[in-house]
């Protein structure tokens, strides 16, 4: 069987409302989506959260409860049941396509009992200065899952688990309590001095317990639910240590590939290649610099294309780059909103997918669209989607000599029949660039597969082309 590039789905949006059903939907979508060319599916947390069916999966509850006991409201979680699930991930084995589970090991939220304690409040800017004595504070930190009673864990977490929370029951006050003896952890994003905590009851990674129990439950869910791999939420603020053990060990138990992408939310590149060394690389990582600089291109007519992948870590650690336009946070309304603008969105796809670095991630919202803001799916994405699984192979030629427009060509190979493209993209005038796609191609016609441009342009003797761009858009040419 002939190989083909490799493409991840992000399988989700923050509004979607798919009826406590999705589990079911990708199982019926699955032969379609393998069709296309899709390859791995990362799955929203599949965990029972505090906000029961509602809640989108950051907000975690049980980990252990995949949607099969009364808790939170719910039997089903927001995306359906358990049994679902590991039907979906069966399903989409058949089809050739691998899952990745959204691991949130943060944070726990909605907890079952309160329990008094001492804490110090600390400063919102600067997580390390305290700002008040050692007070008496109670807080959401006992969890004993009653609905799922001890079935698969008879672990229960109490405060001593946790180092600080965000909300004291007797004051009624919003504020970072750090509790008593505790530190936060120094192997975390030096952002607000230390970034250790987010939200919710800060797991202590500190702590024996807590390090044993998430390797235990990591065992139980791989055996449980079959993924082939992870996504690991905000790992900037998690002990940089914690993870790098936690999925050796998991690879060893199960002597199993199980790919695995951090969210390290940073434009900063620099911090990301600290990551990846911190962590032996164990973990790839999303490319969020690459998707400011997409961001920038859309908002700015005098954004200068040729630097585009300047300082981008699929620039600079190709093999550990996830490359992504939008996903769940950066959609309107969203925490870390920045969202591409609808005309750059075919580029920005083009970028990403059409290229020979890195391993892209193709977002639900701007596959199928999001009802809730009314946005509409990108209409080329489809045929950018086969583009890559049918034509972008090859030699790579790079033209990113012009701050208006940028190009490059793949010659194509043996393996995959009139393989070979050749993109332009513009963000201001029309342009056309002289590019080499390979001389197997002389005399051949070569047409714009998103039919931005009519015309259809023929390969010269010595394997050149010179391929056309309208303003602010983008061409994509295939041989005919």
Not at 228 to 254: C, M, P
Not at 313 to 333: C, I, M, R, W, Y
Not at 375 to 387: A, D, G, R
Request: charged share 30%.
């Amino acid at each position: 069987m002939k190989t083909i590039n490799g493409i991840m789905m992000q399988y989700f949006e923050w509004y979607m409302d798919c009826k406590q059903n999705l589990w079911n939907k990708i199982s019926e979508n699955a032969e379609e989506l393998s069709n296309l060319g899709i390859t791995a599916l990362w799955l929203p947390p599949a965990y029972k959260g505090s906000g029961g069916k509602n809640e989108v999966g950051y907000g975690v509850y049980d980990v252990y409860d995949l949607g099969e006991f009364n808790q939170k409201g719910s039997i089903k979680t927001k995306y359906g049941s358990k049994e679902e699930y590991v039907n979906c991930i069966m399903t989409l084995k058949q089809n050739g396509i691998e899952s990745y589970a959204d691991i949130v090991l943060n944070h726990k939220i909605g907890a079952d009992m309160l329990q008094t304690i001492s804490a110090t409040k600390v400063d919102w800017g600067n997580h390390n200065i305290l700002i008040s004595n050692q007070e008496t504070v109670k807080v959401a930190t006992k969890f004993t899952f009653p609905g799922r009673n001890h079935k698969y864990s008879d672990f229960e977490w109490n405060w001593t688990h946790f180092d600080g929370i965000d909300y004291d029951e007797n004051s009624k006050e919003h504020a970072i309590f750090k509790f008593k003896d505790k530190d936060w952890s120094d192997t975390v994003d030096e952002e607000y001095g230390n970034y250790d905590y987010l939200m919710g009851a800060d797991l202590d990674f500190e702590n024996p317990e807590v390090v044993e129990e998430c390797k235990k439950w990591g065992k139980w869910y791989l055996e449980t639910t079959k993924v082939d791999g992870f996504r690991l939420d905000a790992v900037k603020h998690i002990a940089s240590n914690f993870y790098k053990d936690w999925i050796k060990e998991l690879r060893k138990q199960t002597k199993k590939e199980l790919f695995t992408v951090g969210e390290y939310w940073s434009g900063d590149t620099s911090k990301l290649h600290k990551y990846i060394e911190e962590t032996e690389g164990e973990i790839s990582l999303f490319d969020v610099p690459l998707h400011y600089h997409l961001e920038n291109a859309s908002k700015d007519e005098n954004y200068d294309m040729s630097k585009i992948l300047e300082g981008t870590l699929v620039k600079e650690n190709p093999s550990k780059a996830v490359t992504f336009v939008d996903n769940h946070d950066t959609q309107p309304g969203q925490s870390l909103q920045s969202f591409i603008e609808t005309w750059f969105k075919p580029a920005a796809y083009a970028i990403i997918l059409l290229r020979n670095e890195g391993y892209p991630c193709v977002f639900y919202g701007d596959f199928y669209g999001i009802p809730h803001d009314n946005i509409e799916p990108v209409k080329e994405l489809k045929t950018i989607i086969k583009l890559r699984k049918e034509k972008a192979y090859g030699y790579q030629h790079d033209y990113f000599d012009n701050p208006d427009y940028i190009g490059w060509t793949r010659e194509g190979d043996n393996e995959h029949l009139k393989s070979g493209l050749a993109v332009v993209i513009s963000n201001n005038n029309d342009g056309e660039k002289r590019m080499y796609v390979g001389n197997q191609y002389a005399g051949e016609k070569f047409i714009d597969s998103l039919e931005n441009c009519e015309e259809e342009i023929i390969i010269d003797n010595e394997g050149y082309g010179n391929f056309k761009v309208k303003g602010k858009s983008t061409s994509i040419w295939v041989n005919a």
